[in-house]
């Protein structure tokens, strides 16, 4: 804009701490920062995302007031389930809702309810009837780590990467077998795993209530985990 300044090297606090972060982690290479290398959203506290230090706990969330403010709060946690909502639950319903088939432009996903007969599904949306449905994930879960204990959704393609499990599939390993499918369950609880959550108030019940998400799930690297905690002990022996 024509009212813009920029300032080359400001002597602020802001400027010498994002220099620093380029000298230690890039060393000093700007060319090698990436948008989703640095912090973005609330929460992060202007780590590199990615880093030990950018995590935040479980408790932050509630402690640091996130999903209060006009954006979303994102923030990395390591962090394990320890109770699946709706998981056994001794009725043929389970965590998923019945979507539409449609694979065509990028497919349709909106819920679709069975024919009268059970004959098939009807996709208001599509205007169409198919002889199958696909199910989706909707997954809440209570995770937590030594700090405390939260509520997150899982959707459908975080919630395939934690179960290892198609919800068509699960359906059908529910409906061959109650235990397998609790044991299914059993044997997720307490695995540590990384996730990028998003925090969000919304008005629920005329009450105004803070709905976390998983964002982005993946696995532990342990090897790289491992290096990165070596890193972060030789900066704390440093200093």
Aim: glycine letters at 10%; charged letters at 30%.
């Amino acid at each position: 804009m024509n009212s813009s300044q920029l300032d080359i090297n400001p002597e602020i606090p802001e400027a010498f701490a994002l220099y620093k972060h380029v000298q230690d982690n890039y060393g000093g290479d700007v060319t090698r920062i990436t948008a989703n290398s640095l912090s973005v959203g609330g929460g992060g506290g202007g780590e590199a995302r990615g880093s030990i230090e950018a995590r935040r706990n479980c408790s932050a969330i509630k402690e640091e007031n996130m999903g209060y403010g006009d954006k979303s709060d994102y923030c990395d946690m390591k962090m394990s389930v320890i109770y699946f909502k709706n998981s056994p639950s001794g009725s043929s319903d389970g965590p998923w809702y019945t979507s539409c088939p449609k694979k065509e432009d990028g497919g349709c996903k909106k819920k679709v309810t069975e024919t009268i007969g059970g004959g098939g599904w009807r996709c208001e949306k599509c205007d169409m009837e198919y002889p199958e449905c696909t199910r989706r994930y909707i997954l809440s879960t209570q995770c937590g780590d030594a700090s405390g204990t939260n509520w997150f959704t899982f959707f459908n393609d975080e919630a395939e990467k934690l179960l290892g499990i198609t919800a068509d599939n699960l359906w059908e390993l529910k409906n061959r077998s109650e235990a397998a499918y609790k044991d299914h369950f059993d044997q997720l609880l307490f695995k540590e795993f990384l996730a990028t959550t998003r925090s969000k108030a919304e008005m629920v019940n005329d009450e105004n209530r803070v709905k976390s998400v998983v964002y982005r799930y993946a696995d532990i690297d342990f090897k790289d985990e491992n290096r990165k905690m070596i890193d972060v002990l030789k900066k704390f022996e440093a200093m």
